[in-house]
């Protein structure tokens, strides 16, 4: 699935004024045809290289790849009351209750999805 569009990568990488070989060296790889693979959208990044960029140019991921972020977060938000009606079958233990009214404040409260998943970790 091409994210070619909503991919800053190769900006941030070009912003810099570093070359694919560079981030390649960086992370330890004999070539950087991945990485332009990834910078093109020809393929989603590995958490290894989208972990990678946001730490050289000090971004978070939504700025580096605002698409994929955008699609997961809705992506949960949809599935997260199926989930929802799947455990409210299942016998109530605290485990699944505090299952529940997390993945309720998900999508309730849409603005805070991204709170939501870091105060949980």
Do not use: W
């Not at 060296?25 to 693979?37: A, D, E, M």
């Not at 990678?52 to 972020?69: K, M, S, W």
Request: glycine content about 6%; aromatic content about 6%.
């Amino acid at each position: 699935m091409p994210y070619l569009l909503d991919s800053y990568m190769r900006t941030y990488r070009m912003k810099a004024g570093l070359v694919l070989k560079d981030i390649a060296f960086l992370l330890s790889l004999k070539s950087s045809g991945t990485i332009s693979r990834m910078e093109k959208g020809l393929r989603p990044p590995t958490v290894l290289v989208l972990l990678t960029y946001c730490i050289l140019f000090n971004v978070g991921c939504e700025e580096v790849v605002p698409g994929i972020v955008r699609d997961t977060k809705t992506l949960i938000i949809k599935r997260a009351p199926l989930l929802v009606g799947i455990l409210e079958k299942q016998k109530t233990t605290p485990m699944i209750a505090q299952r529940i009214k997390f993945l309720k404040g998900l999508y309730t409260n849409k603005e805070c999805l991204h709170s939501n998943i870091n105060e949980g970790i």
